[in-house]
């Protein structure tokens, strides 16, 4: 019985030959010839990605006249933050210069949105780039001088991402259908810059191929929940695969 062989690769996005840091190609070279496995052994991620960003930090609103748009600047916020910005930014751009106050209950996790003058939030008919889901308000709200979310804040992170190789087969899926990839890891934050990461056994490996393979380049794409690549603004990550032929 021939027994198997292995090396060792660090796949580094400094190393890419085109693409972002979410997306990208990088050459292996020397190619790896007749793989029969591939298993996924680490991999360190910079925690930078934003939980509010271009694609949900529009707060619709009106006090009285016709709507109201505010724009949050993109960042990563936690719950004091976010309403201390929301506090600034609505007070700041109201018309009738009303002062506005938000805070989160650390009880119910949900947030309760004051001003000095009667106001409506206008989520349930604006969805475009919309904070509501993030903030707790799906509705259109009669003007009142209180608004409190019908459900919690959810600033957290995605607590998985998916490892998406086009050289390697699809190995992973979800119940979400656009959801597949080669690897899906689970978060842990180590309360610092780094994200580590718990990697299940059961999705970590690639069984033996009906044929072996040879692999030349690798295309790679980063992705979390509803197949969205991850925005981790630039940052540069690695992994370490270990390839048996």
């Known amino acids: 019985m021939a027994q198997s062989t292995f090396k060792y690769i660090i796949i580094d996005t400094r190393d890419r030959i085109k693409g972002n840091t979410n997306e990208f190609t990088v050459n292996l070279n020397p190619a790896f010839y007749g793989v029969k496995k591939v298993e996924l052994l680490s991999l360190s991620l910079p925690q930078t990605m934003y939980n509010i960003t271009t694609a949900n930090n529009?707060?619709?609103?009106?006090?009285?006249?016709?709507?109201?748009?505010?724009?949050?600047?993109?960042?990563?916020?936690?719950?004091?933050?976010?309403?201390?910005?929301?506090?600034?930014?609505?007070?700041?751009?109201?018309?009738?210069?009303?002062?506005?106050?938000?805070?989160?209950?650390?009880?119910?996790?949900?947030?309760t949105i004051s001003a000095s003058g009667n106001f409506s939030l206008l989520f349930g008919s604006n969805s475009t780039q919309s904070i509501g889901d993030f903030i707790g308000y799906t509705i259109d709200t009669i003007p009142a001088l209180t608004h409190t979310g019908d459900s919690i804040i959810q600033l957290y992170q995605s607590v998985y991402y998916i490892i998406d190789i086009a050289e390697l087969p699809v190995a992973v899926k979800s119940s979400n259908i656009k959801d597949y990839g080669t690897f899906v890891i689970n978060t842990r934050t180590n309360g610092g810059d780094i994200e580590v990461f718990e990697i299940a056994n059961r999705y970590h490996i690639i069984e033996n191929y009906d044929n072996a393979q040879n692999i030349f380049n690798l295309n790679i794409k980063l992705k979390t929940y509803d197949n969205k690549l991850v925005d981790i603004n630039n940052a540069e990550w690695f992994m370490m695969l270990k390839f048996i032929y």
């Open 58 to 111: 529009i707060i619709y609103f009106s006090e009285g006249g016709g709507p109201l748009i505010a724009s949050l600047s993109p960042g990563n916020y936690n719950a004091s933050s976010l309403a201390n910005a929301i506090s600034i930014l609505l007070s700041t751009i109201s018309p009738n210069a009303f002062i506005y106050n938000v805070s989160v209950s650390n009880i119910t996790y949900k947030m």
